[in-house]
């Protein structure tokens, strides 16, 4: 099955810095690629995503790079501010397989950006 | 439409004790997921549907852990007999088709004693 790899676990950057995020996945029959922000205490939200046709794609001051031969994507974020501060999670969805469809999350990013 | 929705908000029971967790999905999303988040492990996938049927279940850590899904609009998650290790937030999650968002209940925090 799939198995879907982040790092770092912690991020800590000062405020106007940039954050990178970076993920691995092991089935090359994922083809969706979502990005969740999760603030204390509540539940997690897209902020973005990628499909495997593209190869970034960018909103605002939010970027995600997918490089499908080498199974890895990764989320930036520039200009960072203290309201960035949450729990990052990548993800993974199959398209093909008796699994189809299921939503693989990675473990999690702990991002403060320091005023 | 109101999102998904999930009740309890928070559940304390005693171990031992049958605790269920419901999740009402947005109106019209074919897919139903049911996760489980602590410190350690972060966000595990239990269980999904599609279409009501379970597609995977290899992810419900024991015998204990059962989930239904018997119409369109209403799931639950059943712990019977529960232990303090599964003290943790569990999400229910839904979306429509699969390569689109899922929205997120407001989760239920479980504490069993």
């Known amino acids: 099955g799939e198995n879907v790899e982040q790092h770092p676990s912690t991020l800590s950057v000062q405020e106007g810095d940039s954050a990178v995020i970076k993920c691995t996945y092991s089935d090359s029959a994922s083809n969706y690629f979502p990005w969740y922000k999760q603030e204390l205490g509540k539940r997690p939200q897209l902020i973005i995503d990628?499909?495997?046709?593209?190869g970034e794609k960018k909103d605002q001051r939010i970027a995600v790079t997918l490089n499908k031969t080498a199974k890895h994507f990764s989320l930036h974020i520039t200009e960072t501010q203290p309201e960035d501060s949450a729990v990052y999670f990548c993800a993974a969805v199959l398209d093909r397989g008796s699994t189809l469809g299921r939503l693989y999350f990675g473990r999690g990013t702990q991002l403060t950006v320091w005023p | 439409d109101a999102g998904v929705i999930q009740s309890p908000r928070h559940e304390v029971t005693e171990m031992g004790q049958e605790v269920t967790l419901r999740c009402k999905p947005i109106s019209g999303h074919d897919y139903l997921f049911w996760y489980r988040q602590t410190m350690m492990r972060g966000l595990e996938l239990l269980i999904y549907f599609n279409n009501n049927v379970p597609i995977d279940d290899s992810g419900m850590p024991e015998d204990r852990f059962s989930a239904k899904m018997p119409n369109a609009s209403f799931s639950t998650l059943k712990i019977q007999p529960s232990e303090p290790r599964d003290s943790a937030v569990y999400f229910c999650?839904?979306?429509?088709?699969?390569?689109?968002?899922?929205?997120f209940g407001q989760g239920t925090r479980l504490t069993v004693v």
């Open positions: 990628i499909r495997s046709n593209v």
């Open positions: 999650a839904s979306t429509f088709g699969r390569n689109t968002e899922a929205f």
